[in-house]
């Protein structure tokens, strides 16, 4: 069963950028579609994009379009996810996720960014 | 994009069951069988518990069942355990931008 391990606890001054990793267990890394999710403390879940692992294809949504970018390194198995011009909003814990059967089937353990002057 | 509305909270005692609703429109929860339901426990991430509408995982207990008519899927639990106590996200693929939208989150409690 794959696993996702993610790089820990960020803080980060306001205008700054995150960036976060994402490694997947196992040798099918190549045939996922990685999203990374947004949790802002109590509020919902919130899908900010996703990459196909194999292609290297992106898409963003609109909300953190021009902000956020995802990579990816196929060697090391990895996802990563860059969010710019943080701001104080964009303190939450965030996810990355495989799709699989048309649902986020495996999650990482996300990692928590605060930003904070 | 728009959300999905749940309930804030539902309860329940040890060995009831509880439906938790979760209504979105004709451009998502109706319009496509691509629901899923999310367990959260407290400084957890999410854990899948129901997929396609109403298909469980391997792992995930036949006491969670998932259904959707219209417009509003539904969540329901039997049997009612203390661990069961957690949030609950609902998630359906919505052509709007050709995206994921997800309910606010139920919390259930389990009294």
């Known amino acids: 069963q794959v696993q996702l391990v993610q790089s820990g606890a960020e803080v980060k001054k306001p205008g700054a950028s995150v960036k976060v990793s994402c490694k997947a267990s196992?040798?099918?890394?190549?045939?996922?579609?990685m999203y990374w999710v947004r949790q802002a403390p109590g509020q919902r879940l919130e899908w900010m994009g996703w990459i196909n692992a194999g292609k290297g294809n992106t898409k963003y949504s609109q909300k953190f379009q021009g902000r956020v970018t995802i990579t990816r390194d196929t060697s090391a198995s990895t996802a990563y996810m860059e969010l710019s011009s943080l701001t104080p909003e964009d303190t939450a814990v965030f996810y990355c996720?495989?799709?699989?059967?048309?649902?986020?089937?495996?999650w990482g353990q996300g990692t928590l960014v605060t930003v904070s002057s | 994009q728009s959300a999905l509305t749940q309930p804030r909270s539902v309860s329940g005692s040890p060995g009831q069951s509880v439906t938790i609703s979760c209504t979105g429109s004709s451009s998502d929860v109706g319009g496509y069988n691509f629901v899923s339901w999310y367990q959260q426990h407290p400084g957890k991430a999410p854990k899948l518990m129901i997929y396609g509408v109403t298909k469980r995982p391997s792992g995930v207990p036949d006491r969670f069942s998932g259904s959707k008519s219209g417009n509003t899927a539904s969540l329901t639990i039997s049997g009612l355990q203390a661990e069961d106590e957690a949030d609950y996200y609902c998630?359906?693929?919505?052509?709007?931008?050709?995206?994921?939208?997800f309910g606010g989150g139920t919390k259930l409690t389990v009294l």
């Open positions: 996720a495989i799709l699989r059967r048309e649902a986020f089937d495996i």
């Open positions: 196992g040798d099918t890394f190549s045939s996922y579609v």
């Open positions: 998630c359906s693929y919505a052509d709007t931008y050709t995206s994921w939208v």
